[in-house]
């Protein structure tokens, strides 16, 4: 059956791997009916963006999602979906998180009741280490959408971001609610990860193991070394610090 000419991107699936999949898969045929369509750009890259996070394409893959977040940018200056998607892409597929944020903060130009755009413009602001700003943008994110279902991306967002700032009960507090939200949030956001940093800090070690285990449990074969590198140097190796401490093993 044929694709209309725009179809409604809203309605793609984002439950799980396969879902990507198809979502990817859908995005294919829109782009081939319409190369320019700036937002189906940015959402591949996007696409692409959360499958590297959870490990379930090749480096090859991942990188096809690079041009796709530079045209969305590009093709999309007035498109604020676009805009933000695409930036998100660039940031985690190619670790461009200056561009990423720029192109992030220009769709909050254009629409500053983005919930999306707060929610990626906090994490690449805690990538960034920049904490005060990411708790300012993630609070946005959850008061423009207080009941939205992929709330827990917020909550974990916070638990990054106070673990940054060296806020370690906070952060607890934040990966709790993220992990009560979705008990799986480690298999896509690394939250029991935070968790277990934040407790090898405070040495509260047994927690931070019990956390360990648990992130391990959901993302098999983890280690420090496998870690994703987005991160600025300054955030990676403070993370790596706290989950050194709380157990995690270094290969």
Known sequence: MPLPDKPSLAVLPF??????????ALLRRVLALDPSYAPAAGLFAWCRARQKDLRAISDEEAAEGVPLARQ????????????????????????????????????????PNSALAWNFCGWLHCWSNRPDSAIEALHRAIRLSPLDPQRWVFYGGLALAH??????????????????????ATAVLGVHGYK????????????????????????????????E????????AFYLDGLRKAGVPEE
């Open 15 to 24: 439950q799980n791997i396969e879902s990507w999949r198809e979502a990817i």
């Open 72 to 111: 969305a940018i590009e093709s999309g200056k007035e498109d604020p979906d676009a805009l933000c998607m695409g930036g998100f892409g660039l940031a985690v597929l190619a670790g461009e998180r200056a561009s990423g944020l720029r192109a992030i903060e220009r769709a909050l130009a254009f629409n």
């Open 163 to 184: 673990l940054v700032a060296g806020a370690y009960e906070e952060a607890i507090e934040w990966a709790d609610r993220a992990l009560h939200e979705n008990p799986r």
């Open 196 to 227: 277990a940093a934040a407790c090898g800090y405070l040495g509260r070690i047994q927690e931070g193991h019990e956390c360990v285990r648990a992130y391990r449990e959901l993302r098999p074969g983890s280690t420090m070394a496998r870690l």
């Open 229 to 236: 590198r987005f991160y600025s140097p300054e955030v990676l």
